[in-house]
C-alpha cells in the first residue's frame, strides 16, 4: 500500500495580516465587531478571501479572542432583594 505524501500546508493567514489584525485588535477606536467583520476586513484591505472558520480559529488561538455574548440580565433581581428584606430574622 502506497500513501501519496502531500505538501506543505500552506499559510492563508500571512505574518503581515497576523501583525495588522493585532493592531485591529487592540485599536479600541474602531474595533473588529465580530469575526464576520474581521473576515470583510481581511478580504477588503488585502484581496484576501479567508474562511469564517479559519480566521475565528486562527484569532483564538493566538490572540485568546472570544465572542462576547450578551445575557439577560435578572428580571426579577429588585422583587428578590425586597422580598428577602421583609423576611423576619
Known amino acids: 500500500m502506497h500513501i501519496p505524501l502531500r505538501g506543505k500546508r500552506r499559510e492563508v493567514v500571512t505574518s503581515v495580516i497576523s501583525k495588522r489584525l493585532k493592531k485591529k485588535l487592540e485599536d479600541s477606536e474602531n474595533p473588529l465587531l465580530g469575526y464576520n467583520d474581521s473576515v470583510n476586513w481581511a478580504e477588503k484591505y488585502y484581496g484576501v478571501k479567508i474562511k469564517y472558520n479559519t480566521l475565528s480559529t486562527y484569532m483564538k488561538r493566538h ?9 439577560k440580565p435578572y428580571y426579577k433581581k429588585d422583587e428578590a432583594i425586597e422580598v428577602f428584606k421583609k423576611l423576619p430574622n
Open 63 to 71: 490572540f485568546k479572542t472570544k465572542l462576547k455574548v450578551p445575557r
